[in-house]
């Protein structure tokens, strides 16, 4: 009797794709195909790599471009190209953990205080609105200086510092959702608030979701790789391109530019194209509620 | 094209056209395509004189009256010919474009959107005197108040202070048309200026426009869909369908004599409070904008219940009957039947 | 109405900041280990550094107590000791503050002047400065500002040799010329969103109907635009600009330690390396109180400028 939005007509649902196509554009498209190189490279990396990226060989420290080592080697004598492809891993798994955990924090929180809205709304909105007095990096920095450098404690930490972003955008779609008509209709039918939540207000916001979700990949990447910059983060010698960038930082003024600038520039095509895509599906998006 | 002149329908000459409209096409992009929203649309007002503009949506009515005041979106393809006072609209530019929009006053549809919502009332309507006539701020503002007076706000002096959210949508629609007629317009063109109002503040804003028109001795043209409100406070009324004007009648026998099976179906819709109907009649189709509607025959064709083979083979053109204009082929013979006949 | 929002906004800050204070503070018992250790960072002390560490910190008192003692020595200006450099933290961050509340001001400047000012000549004039804009701002949106920083280390301090690569300098002018480097870094992307949101919001305001009925009512297109389009569309300007600011606050850290500046960041970044806890805690509570005082800021200008949140909405 009830129909969740995802259950449109085969032909609504093929108009939203190519809706969707024609929204993100080809640029999008480009976009798309850079993360999923990315996650490729993130999750069979190592295998692809021409040499090891792991072993030391100082003779070869910061030596330049060469015929089977296109980027050179870093300050170890590691070739570069391979602790890229490598470091993918550690620079992609990062932020999304950061990203799955706000979002899911988030989104909990934001539907618990759109549902149900007087006093727990005010509480949980009182709750976020301290923890956005807690800039991410800082957080991290915190979190480093008890538990310990690493991953993980700069990851939960950014997470903390992400969910009241991600709950704030959340709770006014879910607020706009849950104020129109079909919501109070089913309540009269007797549905449960969980129920309805999850049949047909995160199906309405899911566009927004994935938008949000896209873009803010971008950020914690940038986030933690500012954090392992900082020798805060992943801690050398696990490759990751944020702590290349930290290792081979003083090749800079001595004239070997290279390993620095290659680990930086895969983070910037990276979270570009994470920025690019979230922008045409937060449009995306729009456009649907309207 | 027009066969009749448009002055066909007035019942006494008040001289020389101000506002003449002469076979106005208007195209817009859409989606990369430019699309006619107006199709060879002609009209005339005299000075002081009322003209109502009854359409369904998409019929170009509103489209009109932005045309008529330069206001239409960036990319669109004007033809024809608009002048004011004989003058060539279109051809204006600079100062002297600002001086013609002195002259015509637009009053738009929501008010709450048209005002912006964080300047107050006072700044807002005395921009236009501060800036085109130079006017000191303390002078212009005693004006505001006088005229807030006449349309029925009467501490205009605390409402000059105060912001856009702080009065309600009727209120905010009254100090819109009072901000309209603050710079001594000739020509008022009122874009459904009560759509988004409820009923009865409906009525209180129609006998508003209706005393100061009269009062000030403006021409206007009161764009609507509802026949009966045109019918009320305008001498003459056009109705139209699809881009094009279809009739022209003196609102007085528009109702009872309709010369557009269109018009006479418009009227049959309207439910009436005095009679109890079995089933509302609705027009069967839905209202078509000009780009979707037929070219080479009578756009109304596909809805109209006298539809005959010849209507299909030509757009048919104005014909001037009975002191009024119809854009339709049978005009001659269905008249007097049309009220009886509907959906 | 004005007063009254300020001082609700006022009050929920003051909370904030209450509530992070005592988060910093209870860092020092979710540390693994006992306090102590956490204090001197898991190297061993001499028994009388530990009665003092004691008596200092009250760590046989209860944790309230603690809490109150820490909280009210924070405001008369008491941050504690560091434990490797064995000064009060309050003068170590002294003597550093303005390192980094300078290099802050250098890069908001920038993002203020030259991110508003792209935006609305982007904004306002479509073709092909708006387009190029676009692209540039996407790409510099991205660019981390550790990655910036490299790239203007590399470029401009080695290859062109215009700006020295590191440390403060010593004098104003010199100080600037420092700056310039790990200001322009700290500022490149937050510059580009702001440009862009900028341009966004001209646009829309340019569409709506308020500008279409001043328009219609013959008033100078410059005019429209100044007064209209471009003071209506400072509302979200204004919020991006400003959350952009404060976000400087803590990213200062990371282009302090990338251009060797002796600033808050940097030294932040030392001590937890080094697990010096009551520096971090130290520094911690006052790049939050700044972080609190711009949102306050932010927060004020932005009721100045829309008349409609003071009568009842939030500022966000």
């Known amino acids: 009797m009830t129909t969740p939005a995802t259950d449109a007509w085969p032909a609504q649902r093929r108009g939203r794709r190519a809706a969707m196509l024609r929204a993100i554009g080809p640029l999008g498209i480009v976009s798309a195909v850079v993360i999923v190189v990315a996650i490729i490279a993130a999750v069979a990396g190592g295998w692809f790599a021409p040499d090891n990226p792991d072993l030391p060989n100082l003779s070869l420290s910061f030596v330049g471009s060469t015929a089977g080592h296109l980027l050179g080697y870093d300050f170890e004598g590691r070739d570069v190209l391979s602790r890229l492809l490598a470091g993918a891993q550690s620079s992609m798994l990062g932020p999304i953990a950061v990203v799955c955990m706000s979002m899911a924090g988030g989104t909990l929180l934001a539907l618990v205080a759109a549902w149900r809205r007087g006093i727990t709304d005010t509480v949980i909105s009182s709750c976020l609105d301290i923890l956005f007095a807690f800039p991410g990096i800082l957080l991290a920095v915190l979190a480093a200086a008890v538990f310990g450098a690493g991953l993980w404690a700069a990851a939960i930490a950014l997470s903390v510092a992400y969910t009241p972003y991600v709950a704030r955008v959340l709770r006014g779609a879910a607020l706009k959702e849950r104020s129109l008509p079909y919501v109070a209709a089913l309540e009269v039918q007797g549905a449960s608030g969980t129920a309805i939540c999850r049949s047909h207000i995160v199906p309405n916001v899911l566009p927004l979701i994935v938008a949000q979700a896209t873009t803010m990949i971008g950020y914690a990447m940038v986030d933690l790789a500012a954090i392992s910059f900082l020798g805060l983060g992943v801690q050398p010698p696990t490759p990751n391109w944020g702590v290349m960038i930290f290792e081979n930082e003083v090749g800079i003024p001595q004239g070997y530019p290279l390993p620095a600038l290659a680990a930086g520039t895969c983070i910037v095509l990276v979270v570009v194209a994470f920025n690019v895509l979230g922008e045409r599906l937060f449009t995306y998006a729009q456009a649907v509620r309207r | 094209m027009s066969a009749a002149a448009p002055t066909a329908g007035l019942d006494e ?331 | 109405m004005l007063i009254r929002f300020l001082l609700r906004r006022l009050v929920t800050l003051a909370a904030s900041l209450l509530i992070a204070s005592f988060v910093i503070f209870a860092a020092l018992y979710l540390a693994p280990g006992s306090p102590l250790a956490a204090l001197s960072g898991g190297r061993t002390l001499p028994p009388a550094s530990i009665r003092v560490l004691e008596a200092r910190y009250h760590l046989n008192d209860s944790f309230p107590v603690q809490y109150w003692d820490w909280l009210r020595g924070a405001l008369h200006g008491d941050l504690g000791v560091s434990i490797v450099l064995r000064e009060n933290v309050s003068a170590l961050i002294a003597s550093r503050i303005w390192t980094t509340a300078g290099l802050v001001l250098y890069a908001a400047i920038l993002i203020v002047l030259l991110g508003i000012g792209l935006g609305i000549v982007a904004g306002l004039r479509p073709g092909l400065l708006d387009t190029s804009t676009l692209v540039l701002t996407a790409v510099a949106a991205a660019i981390p500002a550790f990655v910036a920083a490299i790239m203007l280390i590399l470029a401009f301090a080695v290859q062109l040799r215009w700006f020295p690569v590191l440390g403060n300098g010593t004098g104003f002018l010199d100080n600037v010329r420092h700056f310039t480097l790990p200001a322009v870094a700290l500022a490149v992307s937050s510059l580009a969103i702001v440009a862009r949101v900028t341009r966004a919001a001209v646009r829309e305001e340019q569409g709506r109907d308020h500008v279409q009925t001043a328009i219609s009512r013959g008033i100078p297109v410059r005019r429209v635009i100044l007064r209209h389009v471009l003071r209506n569309a400072a509302i979200p300007v204004t919020t991006i600009a400003g959350v952009t600011v404060a976000s400087l606050i803590a990213l200062a850290a990371v282009v302090e330690v990338a251009f060797s500046l002796n600033g808050l960041g940097a030294y932040l970044v030392a001590s937890a390396q080094d697990k010096d806890l009551a520096v971090v805690q130290g520094i911690s509570l006052v790049l939050v109180a700044a972080f609190v005082v711009v949102n306050l800021i932010v927060d004020l200008l932005y009721a100045v400028l829309d008349p409609r949140v003071a009568a009842g909405g939030r500022a966000r």
């Open chain 2, 13 to 343: 000459a008040h001289g020389p056209p101000l506002l003449k409209v002469t076979g106005l096409t208007v195209k817009l992009p859409v989606d990369g395509t430019r699309r006619a929203v107006l199709r060879d649309v002609s009209l005339e007002l005299r000075p002081g004189e009322a003209l109502g503009l009854v359409g369904e949506s998409g019929s170009g009515k509103s489209m009109t009256a932005r045309a008529i005041d330069r206001l239409l979106p960036p990319g669109a393809q004007v033809d024809g010919m608009i002048t004011f006072d004989g003058q060539n609209v279109g051809a204006l530019s600079g100062a002297q474009l600002r001086a013609y929009r002195l002259q015509v006053a637009m009053v738009f549809q929501d008010p709450r959107a048209h005002v912006n919502p964080v300047r107050r009332i006072g700044d807002f309507m005395t921009e236009a005197l501060r800036t085109n006539r130079d006017l000191p701020a303390d002078e212009a503002r005693h004006r505001a108040i006088t005229v807030l007076g006449q349309v029925g706000i009467e501490d205009g002096d605390r409402r000059l202070r105060q912001y856009p959210h702080e009065l309600s949508g009727g209120m905010l629609q009254r100090v819109m048309i009072a901000a309209a007629l603050l710079t001594g317009p000739r020509l008022l063109l009122a874009d459904e200026p009560t759509t988004a109002l409820d009923v009865i503040t409906q009525s209180e804003m129609v006998a508003i426009l209706d005393d100061l028109r009269r009062d000030y001795g403006l021409a206007m043209l009161f764009i609507t869909h509802d026949l009966e409100l045109a019918a009320a406070i305008c001498d003459r009324t056009a109705v139209m369908y699809a881009g094009q004007i279809v009739e022209v009648r003196s609102s007085a026998r528009l109702h009872d004599d309709p010369l557009h099976p269109y018009t006479a179906a418009l009227a049959a819709a309207r439910p009436d409070i005095a009679m109890t109907v079995g089933r509302l009649r609705a027009i069967p189709g839905r209202p078509l904008s000009a780009f979707e509607a037929p070219t080479g025959e009578c756009a109304f064709a596909p809805r109209c219940a006298h539809v005959q083979d010849a209507c299909r083979s030509t757009p048919p053109p104005l014909i001037g009957l009975a002191g009024g204009l119809s854009r339709c082929i049978r005009a001659h013979e269905l008249r007097g039947r049309l009220e009886a006949a509907g959906a």
